[in-house]
T-cell receptor, first 117, second 114 residues
Framework: KAGVTQTPRYLIKTRGQQVTLSCSPISGHRSVSWYQQTPGQGLQFLFEYFSETQRNKGNFPGRFSGRQFSNSRSEMNVSTLELGDSALYLC????????????????FGPGTRLTVL | DQQVKQNSPSLSVQEGRISILNCDYTNSMFDYFLWYKKYPAEGPTFLISISSIKDKNEDGRFTVFLNKSAKHLSLHIVPSQPGDSAVYFCAASSLIQGAQKLVFGQGTRLTINP
C-alpha cells in the first residue's frame, strides 16, 4: 500500500506570494492533518480535515488555510507569504473516523520544504 | 506553554547497548502517546505507541513505558544499532471536541557509535 504522498517536495517563493501544497493520504484513510516543522518551534499542528470539513485548528493566522476533497486528498494554502513561513510542511493521514471515539496513529508523508525569500 | 517536553536534545550510545529516550508531559487529558523517528528532509516515521490505559508496550527492539502519575514516558531501544541514529520525537494526543490533535516534543537526536 502506498504511503502518504506530498507535492511538490521543494518550493521557493518570495514574500507576499501565495502557495498551495498538496497531500494524498494512504488509501482508505479519511482523516488528514497538517503540521509545520521549524528549527525554533518544532512540529506544530496546523489543522485536521475529515469528510471535507475542518475538524480542528492550531494557533496559526488566517493566512494558513486548507481544504479536503471528496477523495480525501487535501491541499494547504498560505497567502501573503512571510520569511517566517519557511519550514517543512508535513501531512499525516489516519484511519480515524468521525466522531472520534479514540485516538489513532497518524502516518506522515515526506513533507514539502518551503523556502520564502 | 510546552505541553510535551524532551529535555535531552541529544544522546550518544554505544552500539549494542540500551538507548533510553525520555519525555514528560503536563496535560492530564492526553490519552495516547506515540514515538516517531525522523531523518533529515523526511517525514516522521511511526515507531510505537501506547494508550493511557497501559503502562508498557513492546514491539521488537522497541519498548515504550508510561508512568501516568509522573506524566512521563520513555522509549527503550535494545540493542541499539547504527541505523537507529536519527531524531526521535514523542507525541501526545487528546480528543478535543471529537477531533484529535498531536502535540510534539522538541526531539532528541540519538547517535549510535560503533
Amino acid at each position: 500500500k502506498a504511503g502518504v504522498t506530498q507535492t511538490p517536495r521543494y518550493l521557493i517563493k518570495t514574500r507576499g506570494q501565495q502557495v498551495t501544497l498538496s497531500c494524498s493520504p494512504i488509501s482508505g484513510h479519511r482523516s488528514v492533518s497538517w503540521y509545520q516543522q521549524t528549527p525554533g518551534q518544532g512540529l506544530q499542528f496546523l489543522f485536521e480535515y475529515f469528510s471535507e470539513t475542518q475538524r480542528n485548528k492550531g494557533n496559526f493566522p488566517g493566512r494558513f488555510s486548507g481544504r479536503q476533497f471528496s477523495n480525501s486528498r487535501s491541499e494547504m494554502n498560505v497567502s501573503t507569504l512571510e520569511l517566517g513561513d519557511s519550514a517543512l510542511y508535513l501531512c499525516a493521514s489516519s484511519l480515524r473516523d468521525f466522531p472520534y471515539v479514540s485516538t489513532d496513529t497518524q502516518y506522515f508523508g515526506p513533507g514539502t520544504r518551503l523556502t520564502v525569500l | 506553554d510546552q505541553q510535551v517536553k524532551q529535555n535531552s536534545p541529544s544522546l550518544s550510545v554505544q552500539e549494542g547497548r540500551i538507548s533510553i529516550l525520555n519525555c514528560d508531559y503536563t496535560n492530564s487529558m492526553f490519552d495516547y502517546f506515540l514515538w516517531y523517528k525522523k531523518y533529515p528532509a523526511e517525514g516522521p516515521t511511526f515507531l510505537i505507541s501506547i494508550s493511557s490505559i497501559k503502562d508498557k508496550n513492546e514491539d521488537g527492539r522497541f519498548t515504550v513505558f508510561l508512568n501516568k502519575s509522573a506524566k512521563h514516558l520513555s522509549l527503550h531501544i535494545v540493542p541499539s544499532q547504527p541505523g537507529d541514529s536519527a531524531v526521535y520525537f514523542c507525541a501526545a494526543s487528546s480528543l478535543i471536541q471529537g477531533a484529535q490533535k498531536l502535540v510534539f516534543g522538541q526531539g532528541t537526536r540519538l547517535t549510535i557509535n560503533p
